[in-house]
């Protein structure tokens, strides 16, 4: 009940509105649409035809209006745009579009296909333009029906109208191919086309493409629109890709019958480069990956062997002619198809080994018989040769010289083959691996290059002491270290390069400091155990030097006079350290007579006055004096020539003689014989005690040199025979007032075939020693180890020194059984236990 003394108005009825204003509104709405389609759209009121379309679906009319609107638009098609369209489809563009006909001139292909094209942009440009008026008209009708209907919204029918009604407009049937067509297949046919002709050279108008492509990126196969099946992805794009199949493999198959390598090389890259701009200016982002892909497969795989094995051009010739940039082309293409590189691995380390073999091929029809410039032993290799001239090469002299070569060729190689790597193929990982291995195979193939390898150092290290600069020295060592680790019998190199090492720092051949620098390089390459012995060596030389010094100074304060006139340099070498051939511990050791050399009486009485000077402070130590290491400076005179009043020999001469110990011992027994007296070399050996092999080599550089020949032989032959006698040659004269005998013991030269074996049996017994430590190291961590086991342990643990053969490990294990290091498990004969 209302409240007292209030009157309430009559409630009015509600009146349902009437539904027949929806045919005025979509009159407005249906001007609009037209005005808005021929471009008269700017006397037309957003506010009013916003409203017009907020009625009607206010008014629940929305089914019917989206209706209108999609029915307007396709009469639209109908009668405006596909007359346009349909005169642009010429009976001669469907022949040259579909049938491909080749009557019609390349330029009047172009024109009639962007002809074509550009009615085909305008009409979608108009088209695109009114639908995104029409969309903003009819923003309600999408955001208050549609949603709730679950529809495609105005703006996404609409534009697909050009969809269906131009894109998928049927032609009818042509006669020539008898298949129906849509206006799609020529727009697909016309965009190839031209593709093609900017392919060949032409221009063409590449903003046409990108914005007849951009188009069908704004189409769907349906009205949801679903991302990927946009009308480039589905329709456009496949066809595309199997064309550009077509074209690349053909285009492929003439540059191999017709071009080289080269050629086929840069026109790849050229053609992917052009295909990511294609992508960019006229085509889609999208594509770029899908293209590349097509040419990677029908321009690089298929017919890759073909191109890597052409005779003049191929990669073997690119390798041996440093093409350096064709190489780089090659690799990047190569990485797109396979990073494996397995097209080019297996090439390259066949080409490594093959130009590797090629050195050695060369060196062995090379005449070395004349020495190279600046080669370190030229001097000493010659007996007495005056400096400066080119004199013959004896037989071990060419070997050494000929090794020398074959590692500065090696290194040669290893310099071309880096510098491709660096240069050409960005330092990859995978073909540094493939390289290493080659340069591994066949230096090790090579069964002297521990030898060579070492040889080479010395030679280096000498003459940088002499003629090069510490910076040219230290480049060539740099390149050298790099050598050791594809030397896989590095025990070897270790063997050699310590008897090298103590004859150049016993007869001072080389700089102290660039020998240490060497050795701290392959300490850092090889690790502490490789150069502990060269260390040691070095250590022994410093102390040496102090002890000298200090002898000397003990020399100065002794009374005697005679003593003081002697300048006796002593090395002092620890035999754990130096090589059994520098310490007398070598095979010619055993071809003389025991007790060692007998000294004149003046070198003992040097030799018992520095011991006493050693021992005052070393107590217990033991020195032995090795003979065949030194050198001795003498001064000799020789008296004027009876009958001689000209000339050098009608005077007396004097002369500073350098040569090795042993010469000295044997020249001085000359000072006791009378004019006119011989001594046969037995009666030498018996008087000097020097081994027979040393005093027939002493001999010969004392008799049989021009330049030093201080002793006459009979007879004279180029040989030192048991029955020869020799005597002082009083005719002797030289124009040097210091003169130099040959000393073979100062000389680095390659070991003959005897030495070889030799070397080789001696580095056998301490490999067998080295495998007999490892063996029971093994054992003794794991106490029961099967044999297969055991030697794949052992070849792991040694590997770093050398490679061990299982035979020499097998026997190794034998011998460890029989001496009860090791036993075999009861009942399994492979199974070995340590016995502690």
Same mark, same amino acid.
């Given at each position: 009940?209302?409240?007292?003394?209030?009157?309430?108005?009559?409630?009015?009825?509600?009146?349902?509105?009437?539904?027949?204003?929806?045919?005025?509104?979509?009159?407005?709405?249906?001007?609009?649409?037209?005005?808005?389609?021929?471009?008269?759209?700017?006397?037309?009121?957003?506010?009013?035809?916003?409203?017009?379309?907020?009625?009607?679906?206010?008014?629940?009319?929305?089914?019917?209006?989206?209706?209108?609107?999609?029915?307007?638009?396709?009469?639209?098609?109908?009668?405006?745009?596909?007359?346009?369209?349909?005169?642009?489809?010429?009976?001669?563009?469907?022949?040259?579009?579909?049938?491909?006909?080749?009557?019609?001139?390349?330029?009047?292909?172009?024109?009639?296909?962007?002809?074509?094209?550009?009615?085909?942009?305008?009409?979608?440009?108009?088209?695109?333009?009114?639908?995104?008026?029409?969309?903003?008209?009819?923003?309600?009708?999408?955001?208050?029906?549609?949603?709730?209907?679950?529809?495609?919204?105005?703006?996404?029918?609409?534009?697909?109208?050009?969809?269906?009604?131009?894109?998928?407009?049927?032609?009818?049937?042509?006669?020539?191919?008898?298949?129906?067509?849509?206006?799609?297949?020529?727009?697909?046919?016309?965009?190839?086309?031209?593709?093609?002709?900017?392919?060949?050279?032409?221009?063409?108008?590449?903003?046409?493409?990108?914005?007849?492509?951009?188009?069908?990126?704004?189409?769907?196969?349906?009205?949801?629109?679903?991302?990927?099946?946009?009308?480039?992805?589905?329709?456009?794009?496949?066809?595309?890709?199997?064309?550009?199949?077509?074209?690349?493999?053909?285009?492929?198959?003439?540059?191999?019958?017709?071009?080289?390598?080269?050629?086929?090389?840069?026109?790849?890259?050229?053609?992917?480069?052009?295909?990511?701009?294609?992508?960019?200016?006229?085509?889609?982002?999208?594509?770029?990956?899908?293209?590349?892909?097509?040419?990677?497969?029908?321009?690089?795989?298929?017919?890759?062997?073909?191109?890597?094995?052409?005779?003049?051009?191929? *990669? $073997?010739?690119?390798?041996?002619? #440093? @093409?350096?940039?064709?190489?780089?082309?090659?690799?990047? %293409? /190569? !990485?797109?198809?396979?990073?494996?590189?397995?097209?080019?691995?297996?090439?390259?380390?066949?080409?490594?080994?093959?130009?590797?073999?090629?050195?050695?091929?060369?060196?062995?029809?090379?005449?070395?018989?004349?020495?190279?410039?600046?080669?370190?032993?030229?001097?000493?290799?010659?007996?007495?040769?005056?400096?400066?001239?080119?004199?013959?090469?004896?037989?071990?002299?060419?070997?050494?010289?000929?090794?020398?070569?074959?590692?500065?060729?090696? *290194? $040669?190689?290893?310099?071309?083959? #880096? @510098?491709?790597?660096?240069?050409?193929?960005?330092?990859? %990982? /995978? !073909?540094?691996?493939?390289?290493?291995?080659?340069?591994?195979?066949?230096?090790?193939?090579?069964?002297?290059?521990?030898?060579?390898?070492?040889?080479?150092?010395?030679?280096?290290?000498?003459?940088?002491?002499?003629?090069?600069?510490?910076?040219?020295?230290?480049?060539?060592?740099?390149?050298?270290?790099?050598?050791?680790?594809?030397?896989?019998?590095?025990?070897?190199?270790?063997?050699?390069?310590?008897?090298?090492?103590?004859?150049?720092?016993?007869?001072?051949?080389?700089?102290?400091?660039?020998?240490?620098?060497?050795?701290?390089?392959?300490?850092?390459?090889?690790?502490?155990?490789?150069?502990?012995?060269?260390?040691?060596?070095?250590?022994?030389?410093?102390?040496?030097?102090?002890?000298?010094?200090?002898?000397?100074?003990?020399?100065?304060?002794?009374?005697?006079?005679?003593?003081?006139?002697?300048?006796?340099?002593?090395?002092?070498?620890?035999?754990?350290?130096?090589?059994?051939?520098?310490?007398?511990?070598?095979?010619?050791?055993?071809?003389?007579?025991?007790?060692?050399?007998?000294?004149?009486?003046?070198?003992?009485?040097?030799?018992?006055?520095?011991?006493?000077?050693?021992?005052?402070?070393?107590?217990?130590?033991?020195?032995?004096?090795?003979?065949?290491?030194?050198?001795?400076?003498?001064?000799?005179?020789?008296?004027?020539?009876?009958?001689?009043?000209?000339?050098?020999?009608?005077?007396?001469?004097?002369?500073?003689?350098?040569?090795?110990?042993?010469?000295?011992?044997?020249?001085?027994?000359?000072?006791?014989?009378?004019?006119?007296?011989?001594?046969?070399?037995?009666?030498?050996?018996?008087?000097?005690?020097?081994?027979?092999?040393?005093?027939?080599?002493?001999?010969?550089?004392?008799?049989?040199?021009?330049?030093?020949?201080?002793?006459?032989?009979?007879?004279?032959?180029?040989?030192?025979?048991?029955?020869?006698?020799?005597?002082?040659?009083?005719?002797?004269?030289?124009?040097?007032?210091?003169?130099?005998?040959?000393?073979?013991?100062?000389?680095?030269?390659?070991?003959?075939?005897?030495?070889?074996?030799?070397?080789?049996?001696?580095?056998?017994?301490?490999?067998?020693?080295?495998?007999?430590?490892?063996?029971?190291?093994?054992?003794?961590?794991?106490?029961?180890?099967?044999?297969?086991?055991?030697?794949?342990?052992?070849?792991?643990?040694?590997?770093?020194?050398?490679?061990?053969?299982?035979?020499?490990?097998?026997?190794?294990?034998?011998?460890?059984?029989?001496?009860?290091?090791?036993?075999?498990?009861?009942?399994?004969?492979?199974?070995?236990?340590?016995?502690?």
């Amino acid at each position: 009940m209302a409240p007292p003394g209030r009157i309430r108005p009559v409630r009015r009825p509600l009146i349902a509105k009437a539904h027949d204003d929806f045919e005025p509104c979509w009159e407005i709405l249906r001007d609009a649409l037209t005005n808005i389609h021929t471009q008269d759209a700017g006397r037309l009121s957003f506010e009013n035809l916003y409203r017009a379309s907020y009625k009607i679906v206010v008014n629940k009319k929305g089914d019917v209006l989206y209706e209108r609107v999609k029915s307007f638009e396709e009469a639209w098609f109908r009668d405006h745009i596909m007359p346009r369209i349909s005169k642009l489809i010429t009976t001669n563009l469907v022949n040259v579009a579909l049938v491909q006909a080749e009557d019609t001139s390349l330029h009047e292909r172009r024109e009639m296909g962007q002809k074509f094209l550009r009615g085909i942009r305008d009409a979608w440009v108009e088209h695109n333009m009114s639908m995104n008026m029409i969309a903003d008209i009819m923003m309600y009708l999408d955001r208050a029906y549609i949603s709730d209907a679950g529809l495609p919204t105005v703006f996404a029918t609409t534009i697909g109208l050009f969809r269906d009604h131009v894109l998928r407009n049927t032609l009818g049937n042509v006669q020539q191919v008898g298949q129906e067509f849509v206006v799609f297949d020529i727009l697909n046919a016309v965009i190839l086309d031209l593709i093609n002709m900017e392919r060949e050279g032409e221009i063409i108008d590449c903003n046409l493409l990108r914005n007849i492509t951009s188009m069908l990126e704004d189409l769907y196969e349906t009205n949801d629109e679903i991302p990927d099946q946009k009308l480039y992805l589905t329709v456009f794009e496949p066809k595309y890709i199997d064309a550009s199949a077509v074209f690349y493999r053909k285009e492929c198959g003439k540059l191999l019958r017709e071009s080289d390598a080269s050629t086929w090389l840069r026109h790849t890259k050229r053609r992917l480069e052009e295909e990511a701009i294609r992508c960019t200016t006229s085509l889609s982002i999208l594509t770029k990956a899908k293209i590349e892909k097509v040419i990677e497969k029908e321009m690089v795989l298929a017919q890759l062997d073909g191109f890597l094995s052409m005779e003049a051009s191929g *990669l $073997k010739s690119m390798i041996d002619n #440093d @093409r350096v940039e064709d190489l780089f082309i090659l690799y990047r %293409l /190569i !990485l797109r198809v396979d990073p494996s590189m397995e097209p080019i691995k297996a090439t390259l380390q066949n080409r490594v080994t093959d130009l590797g073999s090629e050195i050695e091929k060369t060196l062995k029809s090379t005449d070395f018989s004349v020495p190279a410039v600046g080669v370190a032993d030229a001097d000493d290799a010659v007996d007495g040769a005056e400096k400066g001239k080119a004199q013959p090469l004896n037989a071990a002299a060419q070997q050494t010289a000929a090794a020398i070569k074959w590692v500065d060729e090696v *290194l $040669k190689l290893k310099d071309k083959f #880096d @510098r491709l790597w660096q240069e050409c193929f960005q330092e990859d %990982l /995978i !073909l540094q691996s493939a390289i290493s291995k080659s340069f591994t195979d066949f230096i090790n193939m090579f069964n002297r290059s521990s030898e060579y390898v070492s040889l080479f150092i010395d030679d280096t290290l000498k003459r940088g002491a002499r003629s090069m600069s510490e910076v040219v020295v230290d480049g060539i060592l740099d390149k050298a270290i790099v050598l050791l680790p594809y030397l896989s019998d590095r025990d070897m190199f270790e063997r050699y390069y310590q008897k090298h090492l103590a004859r150049r720092l016993l007869h001072n051949k080389s700089e102290i400091d660039i020998e240490k620098d060497m050795v701290s390089r392959m300490k850092t390459e090889m690790g502490n155990h490789f150069t502990a012995k060269f260390e040691g060596m070095f250590k022994d030389m410093q102390l040496s030097k102090d002890l000298g010094e200090g002898y000397r100074e003990h020399i100065r304060q002794l009374g005697d006079v005679d003593t003081k006139k002697v300048d006796l340099s002593i090395h002092v070498l620890t035999s754990n350290y130096w090589p059994p051939e520098v310490m007398g511990r070598g095979s010619s050791q055993d071809e003389g007579s025991k007790g060692g050399c007998n000294y004149p009486p003046v070198i003992k009485r040097l030799q018992e006055s520095f011991l006493k000077y050693y021992l005052k402070d070393r107590s217990g130590r033991v020195l032995t004096w090795v003979g065949s290491a030194g050198t001795a400076d003498i001064k000799c005179v020789f008296p004027k020539v009876p009958g001689k009043e000209s000339g050098p020999l009608s005077k007396e001469r004097r002369y500073e003689l350098n040569v090795s110990t042993y010469g000295m011992v044997v020249l001085m027994l000359f000072n006791d014989l009378a004019e006119g007296e011989s001594l046969s070399l037995e009666e030498i050996q018996a008087k000097t005690n020097i081994p027979i092999s040393d005093l027939t080599r002493t001999l010969a550089s004392l008799s049989i040199a021009p330049r030093t020949r201080v002793l006459v032989k009979e007879p004279a032959t180029k040989t030192v025979k048991s029955t020869d006698r020799f005597s002082f040659n009083a005719q002797f004269a030289s124009k040097a007032i210091k003169i130099k005998a040959p000393t073979i013991a100062s000389l680095s030269k390659v070991e003959g075939e005897e030495e070889r074996k030799v070397t080789e049996q001696k580095n056998d017994q301490t490999r067998s020693h080295i495998i007999d430590a490892a063996i029971v190291r093994i054992m003794k961590s794991r106490k029961e180890l099967r044999h297969t086991q055991l030697t794949t342990d052992v070849i792991t643990q040694l590997s770093s020194r050398f490679k061990p053969e299982v035979s020499l490990i097998k026997r190794r294990i034998e011998d460890l059984l029989a001496r009860e290091y090791l036993e075999r498990v009861e009942g399994e004969q492979s199974l070995y236990r340590y016995l502690a």
